[in-house]
């Protein structure tokens, strides 16, 4: 599977960004689906997740109420609607493919199998 993000940009604080994750390969539609993020100088962390029908998501206390995730099986897509930006948002965001979504595992980095190339989000205050 390779993943190819998109949508990364700057904004300023309050404003909205949609970010997108394409997917290449017949198994999308069985994979959990996360994004992450990682800020200058810190670890990468876990945004939200979406199972593999949609009906499930999770989302770190952080961006909860502010953040969207949203997949479309018969696209290979994946997108993440950031709305009400913080400064503190500000970060390479990456898109990761989980092949086995183990249950309690969602915010795991090393659940995800298959990582995207990351984009800049950038929020200005």
């Known amino acids: 599977v390779q993943l190819q993000a998109s949508g990364g940009g700057l904004v300023q604080a309050g404003g909205s960004l949609r970010l997108s994750c394409a997917a290449s390969?017949?198994?999308?539609?069985?994979?959990?689906m996360g994004w992450f993020r990682q800020a200058p100088g810190k670890e990468r962390e876990f945004v939200a997740a979406?199972?593999?029908?949609?009906?499930?998501?999770w989302y770190a206390e952080s961006v909860k109420g502010r953040f969207t995730i949203s997949r479309d099986n018969a696209k290979n897509s994946v997108s993440l609607q950031m709305d009400g930006l913080k400064p503190e948002d500000t970060a390479v965001y990456y898109c990761?493919?989980?092949?086995?979504?183990?249950?309690?595992?969602?915010?795991?980095?090393?659940?995800?199998?298959?990582w995207g190339q990351g984009t800049l989000v950038t929020v200005s205050s």
């Open positions: 390969g017949r198994s999308f539609s069985s994979y959990r």
């Open positions: 990761a493919a989980d092949r086995n979504s183990i249950v309690g595992t969602h915010s795991r980095l090393s659940a995800y199998d298959y």
């Open positions: 979406i199972g593999w029908s949609g009906s499930s998501t």
